[in-house]
């Protein structure tokens, strides 16, 4: 299982840490690599800050001692500059390192491992440094655990903190080895297992030391495993609270405070405590590593019979391909060689698709199929091998509930326009208050009216305009007007409005109703006018 606190980092952090790694996959990695050792090399004698001909210095003794460290032909500060950039050492510009003044004014840089960079680097050394021979599961290590628990139990009883500090960072130190060397062992096995196929004699070799190991190993466990669960919990009873406090005090890491500490040591214990005491009815990390073991011993012994029964017969895997192998060379033609070859595998031919890419400029007519960038293929393409087509078009569905909805809002609202425009012209604008229905009607005539206006020597002269109830005139007034309406008082100097009914009237006397107002926002339309 990961470590908590890798868990806890984000997408961004994940990120920036893996780019720690790029120097692996450039072309001249090796070089890098080599680089990298040599910056270790003067690490090691407390040369933390080095330049790049320290750098080189280092590397030539490493090639007196390694015919493979490379040659660097003058390129050695940019491939220092592109670690920096990846963020796996940091650059410095130390002027005292300058000698003369071109020195100085080339600002001689020097180098230093970063702290992650420095991680990143002995990760892949140890990946490098990795070998299968190295891979056991350490017996003898259950009675150093049971000598440290007891003694880990008195220490806390006396109140000896830096005693508890030692004995638990021991304790946590063995448990983190052994839980490294039991994933490694059984990853290990289970390869040694899955290529028996091709080197069955190396297995046979190796199957005597490999049970003998596995079943002392589990017989150890057998004997440790009630005893030390004992021993856990009187580690307990000698209270937990006063341990993890004094394990803190003792600790010694600048860089966290007493709190942080804390909280670390207690997640240590109980991930000490999961590996021998069982919580209810789930079993302990010790009992599922004695499970996996005998589990793996079976596998072994299964294993070994399959492999002794099929020398005994004469066939396996190996000998089984050998025979194909010899049919395949006497078909008599390509065409039966490969029937054969398909019939074997359970091979089909392959269905070739193609399509244009989006940008045929882009693609050279001379880069393989290998190389070429990929096109996206429809899943119709590829189930039946034929084109898509956007298909007839679908019919155009009609709303007449909507439609309906639609105009009953329009006439609506027009009939509400022509209300207010009713009452506009019935009352006038002056020595009321217009609500915001009757002042929508007249800003809207008034736009209309100062759109047609006319203008003789900067002046407003005349302008007017109508919708289908009401006319509007704009007349020149010396005094102006103004209108009170439901968000203002709206001023219009320099000119009046007068407002009149469109719908004729019969009959005797008829004639228009006319009235005179001012507004705000005429008042400013009108300033711009002026």
Known sequence: MADRRALDLDSLAISDRFRLFNFTRRDDHVAYLWVLRAMDRLREVHQVQVDAGEVQAALNELARLHDEVPTFDGNLRDRLDALYEDGVVHRFDDASRAGNLVRYRNRQSVYQFSELGYWAYTSVEGLLAARIQDANLSRLVFSDILEDLKALAAANRAGEGEQVYRRLSRLDSVMEDMGRRSAHFHVTLGEIIRSTDASPETFLRYKNALLTHMSEFMAELDRYLPRLATAVRDVEASGLAFLLDRAAAADERPFMDRHERLEDWRRRWSALRAWFAPEGSQESRAGELRNATRIAVSGVIALLRQIS??????????????????????????????????????????????????????????????????????????????????????????????????????????????????????????????????????????????????????????????????????????????????????????????????????????????????GSKAGSMTGGAR
């Open 309 to 518: 029964e099929a020398q005994r017969g004469g066939v396996n895997r190996a000998t089984q391909l050998r025979h194909l192998a010899e049919w395949v060379w006497n078909a008599p033609d390509e065409g039966a060689a490969h029937a054969l070859m398909g019939a074997a595998f359970n091979l089909r031919s392959a269905r070739h698709l193609g399509a244009a890419h989006e940008d045929t400029e882009q693609i050279s007519p001379r880069a393989t199929w290998w190389d070429a960038p990929g096109v996206e293929v429809s899943v119709t393409l590829f189930r039946s091998g034929k084109a898509p087509t956007p298909g007839v078009p679908a019919p155009v569905r009609g709303n007449p509930g909507a439609r309906a909805a639609l105009r009953r809002e329009q006439a609506a609202e027009r009939a509400a326009e022509r209300e207010a425009a009713g009452h506009l012209t019935d009352l006038g604008a002056h020595g009321r208050v217009l609500d915001e229905s009757e002042t929508r009607i007249l800003l809207k005539l008034m736009t209309r009216a100062l759109e047609g206006r006319t203008v003789v020597a900067g002046r407003l002269k005349r302008g007017s305009g109508a919708d289908d109830a009401v006319m509007i005139r704009l007349v020149p007034s010396d005094t102006g007007s103004a209108v009170r309406t439901a968000q203002g008082l709206l001023h219009l100097p320099g000119f009046r409005v007068e407002l009149a009914g469109r719908t004729p009237v019969t009959g005797p006397g008829a004639g228009s109703k006319t009235g005179s107002m001012t």
